[in-house]
């Protein structure tokens, strides 16, 4: 796509990954969304856009371990970026609880070309030094996403009582029951006894309807295989982070004719563009760099990828739309997130 089509194409999916981060007390919550002026931005090179403040309320979404110690409310991260396109700057911070002690900063520059520009943020030879370059190919599906290995239990692991993860992409049982979904005729595969799958969302696979089924991604906590008698079994796992209907690699464009991504694409596809982040992070916690380090690199080109695929695969429910369009679309989102994140339940990707 061409650097003017992603700016459309990346605030209409902002608005869109917003909403399915959000509910349930957590997700975003949209301050300010205003015009900006005479605020000096890389070096000089831009001094206006629009300016947002967002909060985003984080408690699953950051390493158990830090959940765990952080204090209630202490998880809820500010975002305010002035996007002065194709250049945007966003700082996130954490007032009420770290304060000077945390900071995130991501400046982002979009550029007609393939990945080719050397320093796109303008470093000094010294800022060079100390950074790392990450190539992100958005039609990789073997880079940097969420993934899941094929995964077994057996009589050791629920005896010593470890807890075991698995997903599911249809809602099929993890256990030999390959013809029916999860639902509410299901119960008898437990024979009787309490519930022990539990969603991550907190919803149970059983009563809310007849046929409420598990969607892609939902990730299931077997709790206690022991207790329904269960010895051995295996079941594949699925992807958080790879769907069908978000990869580049298998999409095509009605309206564009675009895709798939395939092979050597970034070397011949027209038009092309290219999205050169330069991420900054602050954290002083005694105990907790190295972790956090850690965290941040990993989540950072996991959310970079699995967002720009999004951008990419949802191009048919962007094309053509216009910066006022846009506006209305973003007014819109903030009504709906602030309904979802009162009364919703939790979403989207979790540490």
């Given at each position: 796509?061409t650097?003017e089509?992603?700016?459309v194409?990346q605030?209409?999916?902002v608005?869109e990954a917003s909403?399915?981060e959000t509910g349930g007390?957590?997700g975003?919550?949209?301050?300010?969304?205003?015009?900006?002026?005479?605020?000096p931005?890389?070096?000089g090179?831009f001094?206006?856009?629009?300016?947002t403040?967002?909060?985003y309320?984080?408690?699953?979404?950051?390493?158990?371990?830090i959940r765990?110690?952080?204090p209630?409310g202490s998880?809820?991260?500010h975002?305010?970026?002035?996007?002065?396109?194709p250049y945007?700057?966003t700082?996130?911070?954490?007032?009420?609880?770290m304060?000077?002690?945390?900071?995130?900063?991501?400046?982002?520059?979009?550029l007609?070309?393939?990945?080719?520009?050397e320093?796109?943020?303008?470093?000094s030879?010294?800022e060079?030094e100390?950074?790392d370059?990450v190539s992100?190919n958005?039609a990789?599906?073997?880079?940097?996403?969420?993934?899941?290995e094929p995964f077994?239990v057996?009589?050791?692991q629920a005896?010593?009582?470890?807890?075991s993860?698995?997903?599911s992409?249809?809602g099929?049982?993890?256990?030999g029951?390959k013809?029916?979904p999860?639902?509410?005729n299901n119960?008898q595969?437990?024979?009787g006894?309490p519930?022990?799958?539990?969603s991550?969302?907190?919803?149970w696979?059983?009563g809310?309807k007849?046929?409420?089924?598990?969607t892609?991604?939902?990730i299931?906590h077997i709790r206690?295989a022991?207790?329904?008698?269960?010895?051995?079994?295996?079941?594949?796992m699925?992807?958080?982070?790879?769907?069908?209907e978000?990869?580049?690699?298998?999409?095509?464009?009605?309206?564009?004719?675009?895709?798939?991504l395939?092979n050597n694409w970034?070397e011949?596809v027209?038009?092309?563009?290219c999205a050169?982040?330069?991420?900054?992070v602050h954290?002083k916690?005694?105990g907790?760099?190295?972790?956090v380090?850690s965290?941040?690199?990993?989540?950072?080109?996991?959310?970079?990828?699995k967002?720009?695929r999004?951008?990419?695969?949802?191009?048919?429910?962007?094309?053509?739309?216009?910066?006022?369009?846009?506006r209305?679309?973003?007014d819109k989102a903030q009504?709906?997130l602030?309904?979802?994140?009162?009364?919703g339940?939790?979403?989207?990707?979790t540490?």
């Amino acid at each position: 796509m061409t650097v003017e089509e992603y700016q459309v194409g990346q605030l209409w999916s902002v608005a869109e990954a917003s909403k399915a981060e959000t509910g349930g007390g957590e997700g975003v919550e949209v301050l300010k969304n205003e015009p900006f002026d005479n605020v000096p931005l890389l070096g000089g090179r831009f001094s206006q856009g629009q300016y947002t403040h967002k909060i985003y309320h984080l408690q699953s979404k950051v390493p158990s371990l830090i959940r765990k110690i952080a204090p209630k409310g202490s998880l809820a991260i500010h975002e305010e970026a002035w996007n002065a396109y194709p250049y945007c700057k966003t700082v996130l911070t954490n007032p009420d609880y770290m304060k000077e002690n945390f900071f995130v900063k991501i400046e982002s520059i979009h550029l007609p070309d393939r990945g080719t520009t050397e320093n796109a943020h303008g470093l000094s030879e010294e800022e060079l030094e100390r950074r790392d370059v990450v190539s992100i190919n958005i039609a990789n599906d073997n880079e940097f996403l969420s993934r899941a290995e094929p995964f077994s239990v057996n009589n050791k692991q629920a005896i010593q009582g470890r807890p075991s993860i698995v997903e599911s992409q249809d809602g099929r049982w993890p256990w030999g029951r390959k013809e029916e979904p999860f639902s509410v005729n299901n119960k008898q595969a437990i024979q009787g006894r309490p519930p022990i799958v539990e969603s991550q969302d907190g919803r149970w696979p059983w009563g809310r309807k007849e046929d409420d089924e598990f969607t892609y991604g939902s990730i299931l906590h077997i709790r206690n295989a022991k207790s329904i008698g269960l010895t051995t079994f295996s079941f594949v796992m699925n992807c958080m982070d790879i769907k069908p209907e978000t990869s580049p690699a298998l999409f095509v464009s009605k309206r564009t004719g675009r895709g798939p991504l395939k092979n050597n694409w970034q070397e011949t596809v027209e038009p092309v563009m290219c999205a050169y982040k330069l991420v900054t992070v602050h954290f002083k916690w005694f105990g907790f760099q190295k972790m956090v380090e850690s965290f941040t690199h990993t989540q950072y080109p996991r959310l970079f990828s699995k967002f720009h695929r999004e951008v990419f695969c949802w191009i048919d429910n962007w094309y053509g739309l216009t910066m006022a369009d846009i506006r209305e679309i973003e007014d819109k989102a903030q009504r709906e997130l602030d309904e979802a994140r009162k009364n919703g339940t939790v979403r989207g990707m979790t540490a």
